[in-house]
């Protein structure tokens, strides 16, 4: 669970107000949701998601969930890491710069890469995803948060980590 610190001696959990939030839109949808949430609930609140039970932001859900799944589908498929790392110069996430979203994906393979001390040798731009049914190159389909499986939970993707998990929380 995310703590935040309060005072010297007291911590205070984030309470998730607001689940199944659905998708996020486009960057003046983003906008007006987040005044809307400004309104109602001052600027204590974030987005992240509920697990458990639990309240896990986007930081730890980079570290739980989405590095922890690229990690185990590398180990488990060493061929499509050998094809990323001889193919791509830049990885970017296509669907987060159309619409202005987070991007995790990109970010935890790059965590990958470098604690595993390996860099990008290739010359392309490879998409990690697909947008509008668009993609770089086939690897980028094998690697899209709609085909990864979430560590230990081999029966949902990252896609539907993130769209069923989402949520919106406060601290008291």
Known sequence: MDWKLVSNSIRMPWIIVERRLGRAGNAKQQNKRQREWDEKY??????G???????????????????????????????????????AKILRNPHALATGGVDLQVP?????????????????????????????????VRLSPLTIRVSGHPKMTLE??????????VWE
């Open 49 to 87: 998601y509920g697990v458990d039970g639990e309240f896990m932001t986007r930081e730890e859900a980079l570290d739980k969930v989405y590095y922890q799944s690229y990690k185990e589908y590398f180990e488990s498929h060493p061929g499509d890491l050998e094809e990323l790392v001889s193919l």
């Open 160 to 169: 539907q980590f993130w769209q069923e998990k989402k949520c919106l929380a």
């Open 42 to 47: 001052g600027d204590n609140w974030i987005i």
């Open 108 to 140: 935890a393979i790059m965590r990958y890469l470098q604690e595993h001390d390996l860099e990008l040798s290739g010359d392309e731009v490879v998409d990690i995803g697909t947008y509008s049914n668009q993609r770089s190159h086939k690897i980028s």
